[in-house]
């Protein structure tokens, strides 16, 4: 199996040496680790996330840790970027300039507003969660027609709190799926969810079992922001994944995708 979805210390919110985090994957009997660091331009976001500056070392010393470790496991590098139409360009001019093995978007911000934080939570908390889910959907959309990225990372974490859309937003969902479908990306498994307050991983069984039905190619990320995370709940993913009818994960090198069979 494969985790395509690591952080490091870079990123100011995680912890261990990246070294640790491949020693860890290699103990678990991971074929492949991806590294998908931060990089976020918004203002409100950079506290969290490496420095565009910080981008040539990350990418370099991931790149000599594959060579370190080539006899044992495959190591891949990658981005997390928080898609921002304000700032796309901006990124875009940052990751093209590196070979990276994957580009993974994700949303983090509506505006001002952080989605994802357990910090400053009223002006979140105050306004209604169909509302933030439509907005962020809206954001989405704008990525995928985009091609920014060719992993969407973490697809309904609109609902890490807890606090979950109405159904009529599912339409909204399908639409989005088939989007991604079309112009052939990939969706990320994360599982982190199930340590959320959400307590099941993103995305869920009903839109899991949706990207099925479109042909989506999926892939597996722990989003680990500490080593002991590398590869958590993965034998529950694994098994979800197989009971939906998928046969595969997807893996990327030079942002070129291939499948791995789920064994």
């Known amino acids: 199996m494969i985790d395509y979805h690591v952080h490091t210390s870079l990123c100011n919110h995680a912890n261990g040496a990246m070294a640790e985090y491949i020693q860890k994957a290699v103990k678990t ?5 991806c590294f998908l660091d931060h990089l976020t331009l ?5 506290s969290q996330s490496m420095e565009p500056g910080d981008v040539p070392f990350y990418f370099h010393s991931v790149r000599q840790l594959a060579h370190e470790f080539e006899r044992q496991i495959l190591v891949k590098v990658g981005l997390e970027v928080d898609f921002d139409p304000k700032t796309a360009d901006q ?17 983090h911000f509506i505006d001002d507003m952080n989605i994802v934080s357990s910090k400053n939570t009223k002006n979140r908390e105050n306004q209604p969660i169909d509302e933030i889910c439509d907005r962020y959907l809206d954001s989405l959309d704008q990525m995928v027609s985009r091609k920014f990225a060719d992993i969407v990372c ?52 009903e839109l899991l079992k949706a990207c099925h039905s479109l042909g989506i190619s999926m892939t597996i990320g722990s989003d680990a922001h500490a080593p002991g995370q590398v ?20 893996a990327f090198t030079r942002r070129k995708r291939y499948g791995i069979p789920i064994v």
């Open 29 to 33: 009997g991971l074929r492949e680790i």
């Open 42 to 46: 918004h203002q409100n976001g950079k």
């Open 91 to 107: 990124a875009e001019d940052i990751f093209r300039s590196f070979d990276f093995d994957v580009i993974g978007g994700s949303v």
């Open 154 to 205: 973490h697809l309904d974490v609109i609902k890490k709190f807890g606090r979950r859309p109405s159904p009529w937003l599912s339409e909204k969902f399908d639409a989005l799926l088939s989007k991604i479908s079309y112009n052939h990306l990939t969706i990320e498994l994360n599982t982190s969810g199930v340590d959320h307050p959400a307590a099941e991983f993103y995305p869920g069984a």
């Open 231 to 250: 590869g958590r709940h993965f034998e529950s993913a694994v098994g979800l994944l197989r009971s939906m009818g998928f046969r595969n994960v997807s």
